[in-house]
C-alpha cells in the first residue's frame, strides 16, 4: 500500500487543540509512513517556495509560508468571504472582489508545486476542505496521475448558490480532476448530483465548454464523526470534574441548556438566543429554574460579517439579560472564548439540554461530542437543527427548523421535561449512531475507497 499524503489550509499544531482530525490520522499517517502538507501559519514577505518538514507529536508535517497578500485573497478573501457564505446559503453575506480569485489559484498552485517533489509513485493524497479545490488540477497540471480524493467538509450548495460564485465552472471541472469527492451527508450528494445532472451535454444549450465530466469522479456521503467512547472517558477525568463542580455551585438546581460554537452567522445563535427567550417568555415557571451557557469564542473576526454577527449577538444577549434577570437570577451566560475539550466534556455531560441549532452546516462535531459525553444512567437531551448534516444520523434527537424559533423554544420545553426512561431510550441510540459514525471509521472507509485496491495500487489514468 502507497504512503497517505493529507493536505488541509492548517496543518495540525502542538497541545490540546490538536483536534479530532489530527488524532484520528494519526495512526494512519504513521502506518502508512505519510505526511500532512499545507500552511504553516507564518504570513512572511518572500516565502520560500520549498517545503519545511518537522515532525509533530507523532507527525510529520511539510509546511510552507505564504505572503500576507496571498494569504489574505485565498483565505479571508475568496474562501471565507465568497465559498463559505455561499456554500452555507448566506449570499447575503458575501462579498465578490474579483481579484480575490487569481490569490485562491495562486495558493493553490504555490501548495501544488511545493508539494511536488514529495510525492512518489503509489501515493495517495487526500485534500481536505473548500479551501483547496483547484488542487488537483494543479497537481495534474504538474503530471501527477496519483489517487487525489476531496474531502468538503462543509455543506454542498443549491444550484442557483453555486452560480453565484465566481467562476463557478472552472471550479467544478477543478472537482472533476478528483477521482473521490466526499460529502458529510446525503443532502450535499443530492444537490451535487442535481449540479452534475445540468451538466450533461444534452441539457446544455450554450457552450460545450460549460459541460463538466465527471464520469471518472466517483462520489459519496462520508459522514464525519468524533471519538464518542474518548469523551466519555474525558468528561469524567479530573480536569471536567473539576469544572463540573465549579457549574454545580453556581447553578444549584437549575438546568443547564448549553451551546457551544465558534462565533459563526451559520450556527444561528441570535435564533437560538431568541428561542430561549421565547422560552422563558412563555413559560413563567421556568425562570430561575433554567440557565443557558452559550460558548462561543470569535473566528474569522477580520471579516466585517463575523463582527456584525457578534454585535448582533452582544445585543441579544443584553436584551434578555435586561429583560428577564434579577438581582440574584441571571437567565445566562455567554462567554466569548475556547475551552480545552476536558473542561469541554465536562458541561456537556452536566448539560440537561444540548442546543446545537446551526442554521446550515456540514456535519457538527458538538453535537457528536455532547452525545458521547453523557452519563447513561441519567442522559441530557439533544436538541439539533434539521438542517446540520447530524440531523440525517441522529434521528433520535429533538430535530428543529432553527428559523422557527417557536418550534426551538417548545423543544427546549419538552427536553426540560422529559421522562428519564424516554432520556435514556433516546440516548442510547444516539450513543450507537455516535459510535457507528465515529472519525476513525469515517477515516477509514474514505481511504478504503480512495486507495487502489489493484495487486500493485495502479495510478490514476491521466486526465
Ligand atoms: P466547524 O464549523 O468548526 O467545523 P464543528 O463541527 O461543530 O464546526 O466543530 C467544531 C469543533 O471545535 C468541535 O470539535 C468543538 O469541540 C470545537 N469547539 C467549538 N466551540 C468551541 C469552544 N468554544 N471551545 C473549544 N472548542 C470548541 C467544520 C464544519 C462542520 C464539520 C466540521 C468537521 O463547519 O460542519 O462538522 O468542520 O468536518
Do not use: C
Not at 496543518?11 to 488524532?23: C, D, I, Q, S
Not at 493524497?125 to 462543509?154: C, K, M, Q, S
Not at 465548454?209 to 459519496?220: G, H, N, P, W, Y
Not at 454585535?311 to 438581582?327: I, K, N, S, W
Amino acid at each position: 500500500m502507497g504512503r497517505l499524503i493529507v493536505v488541509s489550509n492548517r496543518t495540525p499544531g502542538r497541545g490540546p487543540a490538536a483536534g479530532g482530525l489530527a488524532v484520528a490520522l494519526r495512526k494512519t499517517l504513521a502506518e502508512r509512513d505519510g505526511f500532512w502538507f499545507g500552511w504553516s501559519g507564518r504570513l512572511v514577505d518572500a516565502p520560500s517556495n520549498e517545503a519545511a518538514f518537522e515532525d509533530i507529536e507523532g507527525i510529520r508535517v511539510g509546511k510552507i509560508d505564504l505572503t500576507r497578500d496571498d494569504h489574505h485573497a485565498y483565505y479571508a478573501g475568496f474562501s471565507n468571504s465568497i465559498l463559505w457564505p455561499s456554500f452555507h446559503l448566506r449570499l447575503d453575506l458575501a462579498t465578490i472582489e474579483g481579484h480575490w480569485y487569481e490569490g485562491y489559484r495562486r495558493v493553490n498552485t504555490l501548495f501544488a508545486q511545493a508539494l511536488l517533489p514529495h510525492i512518489e509513485e503509489n501515493d495517495v493524497i487526500w485534500v481536505h476542505d473548500y479551501h483547496l479545490i483547484p488542487f488537483a488540477t494543479e497537481l495534474r497540471h504538474l503530471g501527477v496521475r496519483n489517487r487525489i480524493g476531496f474531502y468538503l467538509h462543509i455543506p454542498f450548495p443549491t444550484l442557483d448558490a453555486l452560480y453565484a460564485i465566481p467562476h463557478n465552472t472552472e471550479l467544478m471541472r477543478d472537482l472533476s480532476r478528483y477521482d473521490l469527492i466526499g460529502f458529510q451527508a446525503n443532502r450535499d450528494v443530492s444537490a451535487f448530483a442535481e449540479f452534475a445532472d445540468h451538466q450533461s451535454p444534452s441539457t446544455l444549450s450554450g457552450s460545450p465548454l460549460k459541460s463538466v465530466d465527471f464520469s471518472r469522479t466517483e462520489v459519496a456521503a462520508f459522514p464525519i464523526g468524533s471519538d464518542p467512547e474518548a469523551f466519555a472517558k474525558l468528561a469524567v477525568s479530573p480536569a471536567a470534574t473539576k469544572m463540573v463542580r465549579r457549574m454545580e455551585r453556581a447553578l444549584g438546581d437549575q438546568s443547564l441548556i448549553l451551546g457551544v460554537d465558534r462565533l459563526d452567522y451559520s450556527k444561528g445563535l441570535p435564533q437560538r438566543v431568541e428561542a430561549y427567550e421565547k422560552l422563558l417568555a412563555n413559560n413563567a415557571n421556568l425562570r430561575r429554574q433554567v440557565h443557558l451557557l452559550q460558548v462561543a469564542p470569535p473566528s474569522r473576526d477580520s471579516i466585517k460579517e463575523y463582527q456584525e454577527t457578534s454585535d448582533t449577538l452582544d445585543a441579544m444577549v443584553g436584551r434578555v439579560m435586561g429583560h428577564f434577570a434579577e438581582p440574584d437570577w441571571q437567565p445566562m451566560t455567554y462567554v466569548k472564548r475556547a475551552y480545552g475539550q476536558p473542561s469541554l466534556a465536562g458541561l456537556y455531560r452536566l448539560a440537561h439540554v444540548g442546543l446545537v441549532t446551526p442554521l446550515r452546516d456540514g456535519m457538527n462535531l458538538v453535537a457528536h461530542e455532547y452525545v458521547g459525553s453523557q452519563d447513561p444512567d441519567d442522559p441530557g437531551v439533544l436538541v439539533l437543527s434539521r438542517f446540520a448534516g447530524a440531523a440525517e444520523i441522529f434521528e433520535d434527537a429533538l430535530l428543529v427548523n432553527p428559523f422557527d424559533t417557536d418550534e426551538t423554544a417548545e423543544a427546549l420545553r419538552l427536553a426540560l421535561d422529559m421522562p428519564l426512561d424516554e432520556r435514556r431510550r433516546r440516548w442510547e441510540r444516539l450513543m450507537e449512531a455516535a459510535m457507528a459514525h465515529s472519525v476513525d471509521r469515517w477515516a477509514e472507509s474514505y481511504l478504503a475507497r480512495l486507495t487502489p485496491n489493484g495487486p500493485d495500487g495502479k495510478p490514476a489514468p491521466v486526465r
